[in-house]
């Protein structure tokens, strides 16, 4: 099930010191949708040699990969897999063959078939957190650095709460963080939480729990998470890059007194993750990573407004209510891919984004800043990195 802790489950594993002292290299991949072999063997043999790479040729990859490994013991995570074709994971495992006897992969799942396609050994299924782990859980973060006892009342809501999260971690980190940003505790608020109508709500996709966090926070918070939509899933979320684009946007407005802009817009990211919005990447703090139940909200709440063009091809016919456009960048982009956008007046962000795995630097039509993007008038974000491009024309340089 989404959220009860499979990724943190492996996460301590992988790190734990004990568990280290065994293997030689240690490696992680996110997977998600898209079981891309090109891409996960990419991201292993960056991860194992700690250095970017260059490789675009799978076979070279591969073979890199066995050089890499031959003869050493490895622990690989290959995390959220949805694969069910076993071809494509016979593909991915040739070099993992080469490795030292005891090499080992976890990988994690919601899918039983993926388990049992892809395990040699039984599988380890997750359940709930107990009812008192759980609450354990939700007053840990909000109760931190309070004394429960003076609030005697909100126990006993709170654990009414936690019964609704049924013992789903991230349900009660949501609220947890939720009900821990209120200045003072209130017994109203509290009830409000409990008996909100949210819980009723039928989706598969999104936990009631989470619309709950979404829906009470601030209305500057709700714009910046859901800018968060036109990134792909299980993007690295630079903060300074986020801080730059919410001011560039205009959802930080100037704060008074001697205070940066900057340093308000940092506080909006220590919110969000103060909320369980984001989360801690663990390897470099400089980076956020949203987990995937997480992400279907942000796009959830999106609306029409932002556009991610590589999952709307075929919704063309709204993007005259686009206002915000993002893309991964291919190797030659030709004017065909924006067509579509020519005629949006009011589009604020064009925002490439680099591919998962590939080429470093892109080609782009001369169409598109020399015709579209003059045309652009209320445009706030402009990006053209990555791009190979000699000359600007003077409606952009100027």
Same mark, same amino acid.
């Given at each position: ?7 943190? /489950? ?28 090109? #891409? ?29 490994? =031959? ?13 069910? @074709? ?59 650095? #309070?004394?429960?006892? +003076?609030?005697?009342? /909100? ?10 999260? =049924?013992?789903?971690?991230?349900? +009660? @980190? ?34 009631? +729990? ?5 829906? !009470? ?5 709700? #714009? ?35 205070? #940066? ?10 919110? /969000? ?11 470099? =703090?400089?980076?956020?990573?949203? !987990? ?23 919704? !063309? ?52 800043? !020399? ?28």
């Amino acid at each position: 099930m989404g959220g009860i802790g499979k990724t943190t /489950l492996a996460q301590l594993v992988c790190n734990d010191a004990n568990v280290s002292s065994h293997f030689n290299l240690k490696a992680w991949a996110c997977v998600s949708d898209v079981f891309d072999v090109q #891409r996960i063997t990419k991201t292993l043999v960056e991860s194992v040699t700690k250095a970017s790479c260059s490789i675009n040729n799978f076979e070279l990859l591969q073979e890199e990969l066995r050089k890499q490994l =031959k003869g050493r013991k490895f622990l690989f995570v290959l995390d959220d897999v949805w694969n069910e @074709k076993y071809e494509s994971w016979d593909k991915l495992k040739v070099p993992f063959e080469v490795g030292a006897p005891g090499s080992k992969i976890i990988i994690t799942t919601r899918s039983e078939k993926v388990a049992s396609l892809m395990g040699t050994v039984p599988t380890y299924p997750l359940k709930g957190l107990s009812e008192s782990d759980c609450w354990l859980l939700f007053e840990q973060i909000v109760f931190r650095s #309070r004394n429960l006892d +003076a609030y005697p009342k /909100l126990k006993v809501i709170g654990k009414k709460i936690v019964e609704k999260c =049924k013992g789903l971690p991230l349900a +009660a @980190k949501a609220l947890g963080g939720l009900l821990r940003a209120e200045p003072e505790p209130d017994e109203n608020y509290w009830n409000d939480i409990l008996n909100s109508k949210i819980w009723k709500l039928a989706d598969n996709n999104i936990l009631p +729990a989470l619309r709950l966090s979404y829906h !009470h926070l601030p209305e500057h918070l709700k #714009r910046c998470f859901a800018y968060c939509s036109m990134f792909p899933k299980d993007y690295e979320y630079e903060r300074e890059m986020l801080i730059m684009l919410w001011m560039a946007e205009g959802f930080v407005p100037e704060p008074e007194g001697d205070q #940066r802009i900057e340093d308000a817009a940092g506080r909006y990211v220590l919110d /969000l993750l103060s909320r369980s919005f984001f989360q801690q990447y663990t390897n470099d =703090k400089s980076l956020l990573v949203m !987990h995937d139940l997480i992400h279907d909200l942000a796009q959830s709440v999106s609306g029409k407004t932002f556009v991610r063009l590589e999952e709307n091809t075929e919704n !063309h016919n709204e993007s005259t209510k686009a206002r915000h456009l993002s893309y991964t960048r291919g190797s030659d982009d030709v004017f065909q891919k924006f067509e579509a956008f020519n005629q949006v007046d009011c589009l604020r962000t064009f925002l490439p984004l680099a591919p998962l795995q590939g080429f470093r630097e892109s080609s782009l039509t001369d169409k598109v800043p !020399h015709d579209m993007i003059p045309n652009l008038r209320f445009l706030r974000v402009l990006s053209f990195s990555g791009y190979l491009i000699e000359k600007l024309p003077d409606a952009i340089a100027s």
